[in-house]
């Protein structure tokens, strides 16, 4: 018998005891019978029997079993909470350890398992195995062969004693022969640092040769580049002179240019200014006439634009009061025809991706693990379907949720299907139409209640409807 703690698909963490027998058939093999029972001490109880084959891999002939093993189980898991009950095949495999406690048939077992509807678990059992008559001459003859084997051990001793003696005599010959042949090596190495010294001394005589005939050179290249610099230089000032005095000449000859074209500019200027006045006296006279025609179009203008602002600012107004009074009663409709309180529709809700809209926050039951609409789910529908009537051009987002139970992608498909099975039903009934629905599968990111009780997890098991708004 035994302690064990689970995590099933279902209820979560569970604990609980277990009992087993078991019957060794060959050397390394063993069947048996468990039964187990687990709970989660908040809702779950879950019954366990089955049956399991057992191997130990490092078993003896002879002797009892003990060791690593590894066991495949199947049966069936009975699983009930306060308002449900399921029954399920049980399949998985284990991975224990079986020590065994002196010789009077005790032993433990720590163990862990993986399978299902248990995901993993672990624990520790105890128990007795009563001896059989083999066990007990393969007891006596294990004694017999350790004392034959203290036997050998000693003459091996005294053969090794001999040779490591031996080894001794010939480790010290190498040891001398090795000394021998180091000292060589140290003359050789010793001559051969001699040479490479002179020849190091040779090099460094010939690079600093080389890098005064190198500085030598260095200093010529200089002294050409400043001679080439300074005939360049002069060059540059001679024809920069050049340039100076072409430029003064031709600022000489525009300048005389310059008084002339201004003399005639002048004269025609003069003349253009007298022609100029007498073409300003027509020209104001006739603005002043035009003046007077514009001003009195003008006045009737504005009058007639004041007229036409009052009128289109009555019109917008008269348009605003009946767009909010439309709104108004759709939203009213909503909540009449849903049966929904007013507090739990939204007056603005913001999807992810920035998009607003009111939800028709109504809770559609699920069966647990699957996409089948619960009871009463028709009939929850039907209503939320007269109240999309009410908004034939705007989209609806349909969300899936799910309680928090298996794999996230798991989750993220049941709650697809979920949106899908209520959006199927809308269409069905002709409440909206395919190009107007948009799905979303959110999984166990928006929780209602706590996924730890019955009821939590019932209420997080549903759909969301939202109507956007401007769309």
Same mark, same amino acid.
């Given at each position: 018998?035994?302690l ?8 979560? %963490? ?14 390394a093999?063993? +069947?048996? $019978? ?29 002797g ?10 199947g049966?069936?898991?009975? %699983? ?13 495999? /284990? ?12 032993? $433990? ?21 009563p ?28 053969? /090794? ?12 010959? +190498? ?54 610099? /300074?005939?360049?230089?002069?060059? !540059? ?9 072409? =430029? ?42 035009? !003046?007077? =025609? ?19 600012r ?6 605003? +009061? ?7 009663a ?59 009537k009410?908004?034939?051009d705007?989209r ?8 928090? !139970? ?16 209520? !959006? ?27 996924? %730890?009780?019955?009821?939590?997890r ?14």
């Amino acid at each position: 018998m035994g302690l064990e703690a689970n995590w099933y698909s279902v209820e979560g %963490m569970a604990f609980g005891p277990g009992l087993a027998g078991e019957y060794r058939f060959s050397p390394a093999l063993a +069947a048996g $019978v468990s039964l187990g029972f687990f709970y989660d001490f908040t809702d779950y109880s879950t019954f366990e029997p089955g049956a399991f084959l057992r191997w130990y891999p490092l078993a003896k002939t002879a002797g009892p079993l003990s060791g690593l093993f590894a066991q495949g189980m199947g049966g069936a898991a009975f %699983m009930w909470g306060s308002d449900d009950m399921k029954t399920m095949l049980m399949g998985g495999l /284990e991975l224990g350890l079986r020590l065994n406690l002196g010789k009077g048939g005790w032993y $433990v077992e720590p163990r862990i398992r993986g399978g299902y509807p248990f995901i993993a678990g672990a624990g520790v059992a105890a128990g007795w195995r009563p001896k059989k008559n083999e066990e007990l001459k393969a007891a006596r003859q294990e004694a017999k062969a350790k004392r034959q084997a203290e036997i050998v051990q000693r003459q091996e001793a005294a053969q /090794e004693a001999a040779q490591q003696e031996a080894e001794a005599k010939r480790q010290a010959e +190498a040891q001398r022969q090795e000394a021998a042949r180091q000292e060589t090596a140290r003359q050789e190495a010793a001559r051969q640092e001699a040479a490479r010294q002179e020849a190091e001394t040779k090099r460094q005589t010939e690079a600093q040769r080389q890098e005064t005939a190198r500085q030598e050179a260095e200093t010529k290249r200089q002294a050409e580049i400043v001679q080439q610099t /300074e005939a360049q230089r002069q060059e !540059a000032a001679r024809q920069e002179a050049q340039r100076q005095e072409t =430029a003064r000449q031709e600022a000489a000859r525009q300048e005389a240019q310059r008084q002339e074209t201004t003399r005639q500019e002048a004269a025609r200027q003069e003349a253009a200014r007298q022609i100029a006045a007498r073409q300003e006296a027509a020209r104001q006279e006739a603005e002043r006439q035009q !003046a007077e =025609a514009e001003r009195q179009v003008e006045t009737q203008r504005q009058a007639e634009a004041q007229r036409q602002a009052e009128a289109q600012r009555q019109a917008e107004a008269q348009r605003q +009061a009946e767009a909010q009074r439309q709104e108004a009663a759709r939203r009213e409709a909503a909540r009449h025809v849903a049966g929904v309180p007013s507090e739990d529709i939204a007056e603005s809700v913001a999807l992810a991706d920035g998009r607003r809209g009111f939800a028709l926050r109504i809770t559609v039951p699920f069966v647990a693990d699957l996409s089948s609409l619960g009871p009463g789910a028709a009939g929850r529908l039907r209503e939320i379907g007269e109240t999309l009537k009410g908004f034939p051009d705007s989209r609806v987002v349909i969300q899936g949720h799910t309680a928090l !139970a298996g794999t996230p992608g798991a989750r993220a498909q049941l709650s697809r299907e979920r949106a899908e099975a209520a !959006a199927d039903f809308l269409i069905a009934g002709e409440y909206v139409r395919r190009d107007q629905i948009e799905l979303q599968a959110l999984g166990a990111e928006q929780p209602l209640d706590s996924n %730890m009780t019955y009821a939590g997890r019932e209420k997080n098991r549903r759909v969301t409807i939202i109507i956007l708004q401007g769309e």
